[in-house]
């Protein structure tokens, strides 16, 4: 089958098996990637996408050619492959994960979580992590994610060479250390909301102290609302870019541990 595909490609029998192995590589880690890999996209798309990253990784590597190893199996080779960029790929999709946190956070704690978006994730979700998460992709994709993930891809062959599988406790250990970085990222993004409700909460707490009588939970539901549309207009700025700012590093080093 190699050698009449080969033919037709005109490529020889190791370059083609190296391009099939790095594309099942790139399809793996652009089925996570962020604005590329989103589930409103066609999937001839995204084929089409996994094809043109494939070809440009391919001849970035300084030796892209597969030959024959009669000790590891060409499809044994396919499924280190895969498995290395569902790693690559979920270390990025995390970043995304920790913005949509963040903004499920913030909706709870400014009694908007009744608000849902829809359409952007599979799950329903509140208006505000849909909202954080599109402008953080935008953003990401403004400013030459297609670049860097590319970058990203060719880069780890350098760590995690063709059809080799890394050892399991690294894997383990890194993949716990991601999903802690994540979960603590997505709070410190949703941290004003949070400082923001805890104040209202205090007074409104001691406003009823003072005035049982007074429905106070009626009249501050209102002013809770308008504070946390308030906060995410001036805030949301200031999240995006240091989000953004952590998703470069990401994408940078994929594979090393959170600091």
Excluded at 44 to 58: I, N
Excluded at 117 to 137: H, W
Aim: net charge neutral; charged share 10%; proline share 7%.
């Amino acid at each position: 089958m190699f050698q009449g595909l080969a033919a037709i490609l005109d490529l020889t029998e190791a370059g083609l098996a190296g391009f099939i192995l790095v594309f099942t590589r790139i399809g793996a880690v652009m089925a996570l990637l962020p604005g590329f890999g989103e589930r409103m996209i066609p999937a001839r798309v995204k084929l089409g996408l996994a094809l043109a990253f494939g070809t440009v990784v391919w001849s970035m590597l300084p030796d892209p050619l597969v030959r024959p190893d009669p000790e590891r199996a060409f499809f044994l080779m396919m499924l280190i492959e895969a498995a290395i960029g569902l790693l690559l790929g979920l270390a990025i999709r995390l970043m995304v994960l920790a913005l949509q946190l963040a903004g499920s956070i913030a909706a709870q704690s400014t009694a908007l979580a009744q608000i849902f978006g829809a359409g952007a994730t599979p799950d329903p979700m509140p208006a505000i992590g849909n909202i954080l998460m599109l402008a953080g992709v935008t953003l990401a994709v403004a400013s030459g994610l297609h670049v860097k993930a590319a970058l990203l891809m060719a880069r780890s062959y350098e760590i995690l060479p063709m059809g080799l599988a890394p050892p399991a406790a690294d894997v383990a250990a890194w993949g716990t250390a991601r999903v802690a970085q994540a979960f603590a990222l997505g709070f410190s993004l949703a941290a004003p909301f949070v400082i923001a409700a805890f104040a209202y909460n205090l007074a409104l707490g001691a406003i009823n102290k003072a005035m049982p009588q007074l429905m106070v939970a009626f009249i501050g539901a209102p002013a809770i609302t308008a504070g946390g549309l308030l906060i995410l207009m001036l805030a949301a700025p200031v999240i995006l870019t240091y989000w953004n700012g952590r998703l470069d590093a990401t994408l940078l080093d994929p594979l090393g541990l959170p600091r």
